[in-house]
């Protein structure tokens, strides 16, 4: 699984896979919100190159596993929002 921290997200879009009550308390600016629960059936909606991110890295490392299967481009955001917040990249809300 290839990894990226924050900072080299860049130009990649970013897809957060945390559950609805955890996007409420803060996400990345610009994020595109597909639950990881509904990522099987909402595939199309993932864009190739995208940045998977969640709270920690745990389940968007997962998720990053499954969208190399389906063969889409995907890395994993090391440290998720929780280093994305820490990094003072832009968030929409506070608590990451």
């Known amino acids: 699984m290839r990894e990226v921290t924050p900072a080299e997200v860049s130009d990649r879009p970013v897809v957060d896979v945390r559950e609805p009550h955890e996007w409420q308390l803060g996400h990345a600016d610009g ?3 597909i639950p990881m629960g509904e990522i099987v059936e909402r595939l199309h909606e993932v864009p190739d190159g995208a940045a998977v991110i969640c709270r920690s890295g745990a389940r968007s490392g997962q998720v990053v596993a499954y969208l190399a299967q389906q063969g889409l ?8 929002t929780i280093a994305w917040a820490a990094q003072g990249r832009p968030m929409v809300g506070t608590v990451a």
């Open 31 to 33: 994020a595109i919100h």
């Open 73 to 80: 481009d995907a890395v994993n955001v090391a440290g998720g």
